[in-house]
Structure formats: structure tokens, C-alpha cells
């Protein structure tokens, strides 16, 4: 399978979904966890969530799926009846995991900083309006009393 986004530019991600795992997410979707090949080694993650099941069914439904499928059902039923089938790395659900709990927690931790950092500088800035109005008031304090 090959994935394309405007963010690649010309390259596209080739993947193979007999070398993931799926297993069950708390939501009630379904979570795939795999390796990118080419042309870089990526891992990634696929949540299907309960609200795409339509979805998914109006793609699985549609002619252009319905045909591919008929024209590799020789392929497919060799794959599920293979006893060698690929197996997925091992612990990759796993390190896939915590790569995504890490890269999303540090992503909410910087969100939240960027959002405290405003409300920071507007402080910095009253704070120093507040001294250099203090400082005019006395250095005019100064100036009457030396008059």
C-alpha cells in the first residue's frame, strides 16, 4: 500500500498491513500499529474509531473495492490459509505506543506553555510599565524637592 499527503511532496510511504498489529482501543475502535518501509522507516499508528464504520463500509462497498477484491480473491485466500504468514516485529505495539504517548504529551506540554507564554509577557510588561512609573514619580519627586 502506498499513503500520499501534500506534506510529502513527491515521495510517497509504502506499507504493508501483514507486518501490523491490530488490536482493540478503549473507545471501542481499533488501533493498527505498524512500520512505514520505504522510502524512510516510520512507525505509525491508525485509531479507526467507532463513528468510522460507515465510512469504512461505504469504501469497502464501492465497485472500484468490490472488483479489486474479486480480481485478488486467488491472493487473499492464499494469504489467510499461508502457515507462513509475516509476522509483525516484536514489542511493536509497544514501542509504538509509548512513541505516541510520549510525542502527544510533549504536544499538549508545549500547547500549554504557548498559551501560558502570552499571559506571561503581558505580566512582564505591566510589571515593567508599574517600574518605570514608579521610577518617573520619584525621579519627579527628587526634582521638586533639589528645586
Not at 32 to 61: K, N, Q, S, Y
Not at 82 to 87: A, D, F, G, P, R
Not at 108 to 131: E, F, G, I, N, T
Request: glycine letters at 6%.
Amino acid at each position: 500500500m502506498k499513503i500520499w499527503s501534500r506534506g510529502l511532496g513527491r515521495r510517497s510511504l509504502e506499507m504493508d498491513f501483514r507486518h501490523c498489529t491490530v488490536s482493540r482501543a478503549d473507545d471501542g475502535g481499533v488501533v493498527i500499529c505498524g512500520v512505514t518501509r520505504a522510502p524512510v522507516t516510520w512507525e505509525f499508528r491508525i485509531e479507526i474509531e467507532p463513528g468510522d464504520a460507515a465510512g469504512l463500509a461505504t469504501v469497502a462497498t464501492q465497485r472500484p473495492t468490490l472488483r479489486y477484491l474479486a480480481s485478488s480473491w486467488k491472493k487473499i485466500l492464499a494469504h489467510l490459509l499461508s502457515k507462513n504468514k509475516i509476522q509483525p516485529e516484536e514489542g511493536l505495539e509497544n514501542r509504538v505506543r509509548q512513541a505516541y504517548i510520549q510525542v502527544m504529551e510533549g504536544a499538549q506540554a508545549r500547547r500549554k506553555r504557548q498559551l501560558r507564554a502570552p499571559a506571561a509577557a503581558a505580566r512582564q510588561r505591566r510589571a515593567a510599565s508599574r517600574a518605570i512609573e514608579e521610577h518617573t514619580i520619584s525621579s519627579a519627586a527628587t526634582d521638586q524637592k533639589t528645586r
